[in-house]
């Protein structure tokens, strides 16, 4: 037997604006050109389906911030983990980019 009473749906848990770096800012290609030129492969993008604290700078701040790691497996599981050697790259990529982005020289460079 089916009963023919009214349904309810309502949502729970967390929901957030989005937000999206769109492509081609400077930032993104700076850090493209480093990724590549450290690692020997163009820079992969794709966008989270969940919350990233990149969109709290974008979204209240007008701050483009874009979201850059090591490579990892299960993440916020509970055996989460990172491969070491792309640790060691995004380290290098990231002291370059700020080198880079911040206009840093080599002491007697112009």
Known sequence: MVSRGKVSVSKSGFFSDQYVLEPGTDAEGLLSELHA???????ESYPSPAYVDSRVYGTFQGIPSMVY???AETLHGKDERVNLESV????????LYIARWCG???????
């Not at 030129?37 to 820079?43: E, F, I, K, R």
């Open 88 to 95: 060691k790259r995004c380290t290098e990529i990231y002291a």
């Open 37 to 43: 030129s450290v690692t020997g492969a163009p820079l």
């Open 69 to 71: 790691g090591p490579l």
């Open 104 to 110: 840093v020289r080599e002491a007697g460079q112009k």
